[in-house]
């Protein structure tokens, strides 16, 4: 009977407890719902005012604007005809440079000594030498002669010879000896630029107008892009182009830097590819040769949402930017990408006018909605 009595009053205390449970949770959930409800953002991340100061936390309000047509390829920077200029050998012999470490880059200036080209331990002899004791040899022949022509000795004819010799040998002579230095013949830039390409390394033979080096000025520069076959009709639209280096994330926009469009193929002429130029201010450090991603960039079109590069945050193939949605909450939103003019992108679909976008700083709020530490804080339990 005792054990009969315990059973009952244990069973109805267990009731009771549950009863008592299930109310203080019943008001406890409405309790917290009603605050998200009245927050709105039960899904936020939140970070606080100071946090986003730190993290360099900047926000862009979505309008609708006009966004240019993409054309997405490949190009090559090159320098300009005419801002070149190849400096050559003016005697034989073997080159020295003025600068052993002298390289693809290295500043000139006008007038300054590039190499000294010595032919002083040469099987054939200083070719120095031999002008200056041809053009003295021509001299004296000549101050004889003048003598002799006088008193009719030599006719006119062979004086006029014995002249020539003499102006031959002095040109040749002056030609080379203008640079003699006393390790031999110096060569000289005559512009002030850039070594775009060095030809001969140190201690090789040369001859005489052989290339030495390649200087450029590097003042106006040229953007060659590639446009697929499939792209020929949008040829035509082309307004202008928006390019990143290959060594460099910064994206160059042409119409900032003087640009204009050179030219563009007609036709494919049997190649993969068309053609495109442009021409542009070199304000940067941008090198000829280097190659770039080119967004090339034809009418614009209207009513498009885009968002800065910077504002969208990939995770496993999918695409996402940070909206805020309090004064110190953000909520992480899918969008559907489109096309890129290399320095925004277009929102197809997850975005609408009044939205504010993270512009910068995504990745930090990214870190803090998969970590309990925000990154640079402490956080104590």
């Known amino acids: 009977m005792k054990q009969k009595t315990l ?7 267990t009731a009771l407890m ?27 991340t939140h970070f606080t005012k100071k946090q986003a100061e ?3 936390l900047k926000t862009e309000k979505v309008t609708r604007q006009a966004f240019c047509g993409v054309i997405s390829t490949s190009g090559e920077i ?48 200083d070719p120095i030498a031999k002008a200056r ?53 110096s060569v000289s830039s005559s512009m002030n630029g850039y070594v775009k390409s060095r030809l001969v390394g140190q201690g090789e033979y040369v001859t005489v107008g052989q290339p030495i080096m390649v200087v450029s000025q590097n003042r106006r520069l040229q953007l060659r892009a590639d446009v ?32 204009n469009l050179l030219s563009y193929g007609k036709t494919a002429a049997g190649a993969p590819y068309i053609p495109v130029t442009f021409e542009f201010d070199n304000v940067g450090d941008v090198v000829p040769g280097a190659f770039a991603e080119v967004y090339l960039l034809t009418d614009a079109g209207k009513d498009i949402i885009s968002v800065p590069l910077s504002a969208i945050v990939e995770e496993q193939g999918l695409f996402f930017v940070y909206l805020q949605v309090g004064s110190e909450d953000y909520k992480k939103q899918e ?34 909605t998969t970590s309990a530490v925000i990154p640079g804080h402490s956080h104590e339990h």
Do not use: W
């Open 7 to 13: 059973i009952i009053a244990v069973a109805l205390a």
């Open 18 to 44: 549950f009863a008592g449970c299930g109310h203080g949770h019943s008001h406890d959930d409405k309790h917290e719902h009603g605050e998200e409800a009245e927050a709105g953002h039960a899904d936020a």
């Open 54 to 56: 730190e993290a360099g």
């Open 78 to 125: 090159q320098a300009v005809q005419g801002d070149e200029q190849t400096i050559a050998a003016t005697a034989d012999g073997i080159v020295y440079f003025r600068n052993a470490s002298i390289t693809e880059g290295t500043a000139v200036k006008k007038g300054e000594a590039i190499v000294t080209i010595s032919a002083k331990d040469l099987q054939d002899g």
């Open 133 to 185: 004791a041809e053009y003295e040899a021509a001299e004296k022949e000549y101050e004889r002669a003048e003598k002799l022509v006088a008193d009719k000795i030599i006719s006119e004819k062979a004086f006029e010879e014995i002249r020539l010799r003499r102006e031959t040998a002095k040109a040749a002579y002056a030609g080379q000896a203008r640079n003699v230095t006393a390790k031999g013949v």
């Open 228 to 259: 697929p076959e499939s792209g020929f009709r949008q040829l035509r639209n082309i307004k202008s182009a928006n390019f990143k280096l290959s060594y460099d994330d910064k994206v160059y926009c042409l119409d900032s830097i003087n640009g």
């Open 335 to 368: 969008v559907q990408t489109g096309q890129s003019d290399g320095r925004r992108v277009e929102i197809v679909k997850g975005l609408k006018d009044g939205d504010m976008v993270v512009t910068e700083g995504a990745y930090q709020l990214k870190l803090a």
